[in-house]
T-cell receptor, first 120, second 114 residues
Framework: AQTVTQSQPEMSVQEAETVTLSCTYD???????LFWYKQPPSRQMILVIR??????QNATENRFSVNFQKAAKSFSLKISDSQLGDTAMYFCAFMKPTEGYGGATNKLIFGTGTLLAVQP | EAGVAQSPRYKIIEKRQSVAFWCNPISGHATLYWYQQILGQGPKLLIQFQNNGVVDDSQLPKDRFSAERLKGVDSTLKIQPAKLEDSAVYLC????????????FGSGTRLTVV
């Protein structure tokens, strides 16, 4: 079974600085997808960035980028120029499309999250 | 486009009572998911629908939880009877075809069982 581990329960960063959140996962699959989601106090999970395992190039979305190390099964998120609005819980998630009894299932498996606080 | 709508936003009930949550996915999204997020944990899939059929309910406690998706659009999740350990945020999400680009989540319902 796939598992996702986030070893940093809480992190803090000064506004405008850079912070890296760690994530490791365990799978025997070769093709899969990895995600970072942001969950602010409003509780809505917001997709931050997505990585396809068969692509070697690291995904980037504006101030957000990942360091994807497939062999090491590591998927860290770097936030540059941190802003107060980045304060939230961040969840790393794994997806491997599989066949359920009712059809294809794209279940997301989440880590336990990292609470990021951006300080003014 | 309108997002995934959920109600109520908060609910407090006593143990052994019943409760129901409602979800309206994004228009045209065939796949709908219910996740349970216990405090301090990541969300865990309870059930996935494709249109009005169940794709995966392997982690749904079927002795007390039930879910349906009427006409392949709205969905309700019910707990009967509730236990203290059911206190959690219940998140609904939808996607166009269960694809691998991630889902759109609603803001969830926070359930407290006392």
């Amino acid at each position: 079974a796939q598992t996702v581990t986030q070893s940093q329960p809480e992190m803090s960063v000064q506004e405008a600085e850079t912070v890296t959140l760690s994530c490791t996962y365990d799978t025997s699959e070769n093709n899969y997808y990895l995600f970072w989601y942001k969950q602010p106090p409003s509780r809505q999970m917001i997709l931050v960035i997505r990585q396809e395992a068969y692509k070697q190039q690291n995904a980037t979305e504006n101030r957000f980028s990942v360091n994807f190390q497939k062999a090491a099964k590591s998927f860290s998120l770097k936030i540059s120029d941190s802003q107060l609005g980045d304060t939230a819980m961040y969840f790393c998630a794994f997806m491997k499309p599989t066949e359920g009894y009712g059809g294809a299932t794209n279940k997301l498996i989440f880590g336990t999250g990292t609470l990021l606080a951006v300080q003014p | 486009e309108a997002g995934v709508a959920q109600s109520p936003r908060y609910k407090i009930i006593e143990k052994r009572q019943s409760v129901a949550f409602w979800c309206n996915p994004i228009s045209g999204h065939a796949t709908l998911y219910w996740y349970q997020q216990i405090l301090g944990q990541g969300p865990k899939l309870l059930i996935q629908f494709q249109n009005n059929g169940v794709v995966d309910d392997s982690q749904l406690p079927k002795d007390r939880f039930s879910a349906e998706r009427l006409k392949g659009v709205d969905s309700t999740l019910k707990i009967q009877p509730a236990k203290l350990e059911d206190s959690a945020v219940y998140l609904c999400a939808s996607s166009f075809r269960g694809d691998n680009y991630g889902y759109t989540f609603g803001s969830g319902t926070r359930l407290t069982v006392v």
